[in-house]
């Protein structure tokens, strides 16, 4: 178990095994959806991927093929999948225009982490391709609606590497302090994503970023987060700090158990549920 908290004002606090790495896999999620709004705006991502909580498991197609013609939100893997049909390169050179190879998605994620260490993990990679049946068939099932247009095995294969990468909770937490930053990273003072994008994503963060355990996590802890069967869950503080953590437990909805509770005492002790009016600071 490690956790991280990075703070605006350039503090940083840290214990446990905050330097372990792990693969990021849905909190990848959040950082595909910042590429595709800061790339192809707002009105043609939500045109294909709508922004409700599903209620359903993350890997559900119930909704997606009874409830809905396009998927409820980007944090559940239709909608993930969808994303990253949008972002990785077409067939053609001359489509190949504003897409990204999984090396441009790479270096992204190194850049907005800052850890130039981030990279595939092939063993985990090999071996989520080896059992993804059901990814396919959802993206398949995408395709039959159109809301994707590139070929499905391309598209699952961009989407599984970029849930491969490998990352700590001392990346999570740099990321995190840049969406609580409003997107300008504070150790080089350069904007590196739009404040209406930044908006967006915690929105989407708070309301969806727990799988079929948002509502209960928002109410209880009230800070936007995304988590990662990868044991790994990025929380952001607005205008106050970025927030990573690694515990590779996880309960039956895949949230990792321990960094639940670690939240959820944090957000109490340091007042940073999103409707709390209490003055926030952190004391030594």
């Given at each position: 178990l490690g956790i991280c908290l990075y703070t605006i004002d350039g503090n940083q606090f840290e214990t446990g095994n905050t330097e372990d790495r792990f693969t990021i896999q849905s909190i990848s999620k959040v950082m595909a959806l910042c590429l595709a709004l800061e790339t192809f705006g707002a009105e043609f991502v939500f045109d294909h991927v709508g922004v409700e909580p599903?209620?359903?498991?993350?890997?559900?197609?119930?909704?997606?093929?009874?409830?809905?013609?396009?998927?409820?939100?980007?944090?559940?893997?239709?909608?993930?999948?969808?994303?990253?049909?949008?972002?990785?390169?077409?067939?053609?050179?001359?489509?190949?225009?504003?897409?990204?190879?999984?090396?441009?998605?790479?270096?992204?994620?190194?850049?907005?982490?800052?850890?130039?260490?981030?990279?595939?993990?092939?063993?985990?990679?090999?071996?989520?391709?080896?059992?993804?049946?059901?990814?396919?068939?959802?993206?398949?099932?995408?395709?039959?609606?159109?809301?994707?247009?590139?070929?499905?095995?391309?598209?699952?294969?961009?989407?599984?590497?970029?849930?491969?990468?490998?990352?700590?909770?001392?990346?999570?937490?740099?990321?995190?302090?840049?969406?609580?930053?409003?997107?300008v990273q504070l150790s080089t003072g350069k904007r590196l994503i739009s404040s209406q994008t930044v908006r967006m994503v915690q929105t989407i963060m708070l309301t969806c970023g727990m799988y079929d355990g948002s509502g209960e996590f928002a109410l209880r802890t009230g800070i936007p987060t995304k988590s990662g069967v990868g044991g790994g869950l990025l929380s952001v503080s607005k205008k106050k700090m970025g927030i990573g953590i690694y515990g590779p437990s996880l309960d039956k909805k895949g949230n990792c158990i321990a960094g639940c509770e670690l939240l959820g005492y944090i957000s109490e002790a340091l007042h940073l549920h999103i409707f709390d009016t209490r003055e926030w600071k952190v004391e030594e």
């Open positions: 599903s209620g359903e498991a993350f890997n559900s197609l119930v909704e997606l093929d009874n409830r809905s013609n396009r998927p409820f939100n980007p944090m559940i893997n239709s909608g993930a999948i969808a994303v990253a049909s949008f972002i990785e390169p077409k067939v053609s050179f001359e489509e190949m225009v504003n897409h990204y190879s999984i090396e441009d998605m790479q270096k992204y994620m190194q850049e907005v982490c800052e850890d130039p260490e981030i990279a595939i993990d092939e063993a985990v990679f090999q071996s989520e391709m080896a059992t993804c049946a059901r990814n396919k068939a959802i993206a398949y099932l995408l395709k039959s609606k159109d809301i994707i247009d590139t070929d499905v095995e391309e598209s699952v294969t961009f989407y599984t590497k970029m849930c491969s990468m490998s990352v700590n909770a001392r990346d999570l937490a740099r990321f995190g302090l840049l969406l609580a930053n409003d997107g």
